[in-house]
């Protein structure tokens, strides 16, 4: 969570007896890094339209390359966000409004609109299957709760860009990846809570590492596409496992402990 806003910063300090003033400029210049912060979020947005343009041309490897330069960017950005206080150097940009914007397009659009171009739904029915996804996901992401005060992604957290890559790279019949679609479109309205990788608490430290090498493998992998090694495709979903897992774990102790 972000810190309180500080006291207003003053243009200038007065000069002492024998000293030169500060310089107009030197305090309002921290705001850049503010500024730049927002910057670097907002190009997620770019990093969707790259994938998309992708998708359309046919290159579904390059697609998913700009998708985890988004998650990348995501995973950064609000470290970045609390070290250089955004919110007290700039309340009028509300970070975390821009970061659901950039997250829904990146998360949530361009993996709906992948799989559907793909030919990886239905074909009678695919397209229900994406209005069911952007919907729940949209409806998700206005929820007062999705992210809990003691940082938990309330329901599935609609990865859906990790779900399209395994859907797509392991080539199960579009019927299958209807039906999973579906399963995980309900579980977004299930309160269940998520681990929120980097905020977590609870075993936050080996969390990051094993996502760290997962994203590591997942992007080896995509430079295999679209033949990938079958053994560490199979060895990439330990971390999927392992995080859902830890998720129900904590879920099934957070109202004793209050995790």
């Known amino acids: 969570m972000r810190s309180r806003p500080s006291p207003p910063a003053r243009l200038a300090a007065p000069a002492r007896s024998g000293t030169p003033a500060r310089p107009a400029l030197f305090v309002p210049a921290i705001a850049w890094t503010a500024w730049l912060t927002h910057l670097y979020t907002a190009t997620g947005a770019a990093l969707a339209f790259l994938s998309l ?48 914007i950039v997250d829904y397009l990146t998360f949530v659009f361009v993996p709906a609109f992948l799989l559907y171009h793909a030919g990886r739904l239905p074909a009678g029915w695919g397209l229900a299957v994406v209005f069911a996804m952007l919907v729940a996901s949209a409806i998700a992401f206005s929820k007062s709760d999705a992210k809990t005060a003691d940082h ?17 790279v392991f080539g199960t019949p579009a019927g299958v990846n209807a039906v999973v679609l579906l399963v995980l479109c309900l579980l977004v309205f299930v309160r269940i809570g998520y681990v929120y990788p980097s905020r977590t608490t609870t075993l936050r430290g080996l969390t990051m590492g094993l996502g760290c090498a997962w994203g590591a493998l997942l992007l080896y992998l995509l430079c295999q596409l679209p033949a990938v090694n079958q053994t560490l495709l199979d060895l990439s979903l330990v971390f999927p496992a392992y995080y859902t897992v830890l998720s129900l774990v904590l879920h099934a102790r957070r109202p004793r402990i209050g995790v």
């Open 152 to 168: 938990f992604f309330t329901g599935f957290p609609s990865y859906w860009n990790i779900v399209a890559f395994y859907l797509y």
């Open 53 to 100: 343009a992708a998708i359309v041309s046919g290159n579904i490897r390059d697609a998913f390359v700009w998708l985890i330069a988004a998650v990348a960017v995501d995973a950064s950005d609000g470290l970045l966000a609390r070290a250089f206080r955004v919110h007290d150097r700039l309340p009028g940009i509300d970070g975390a409004h821009l970061d659901d």
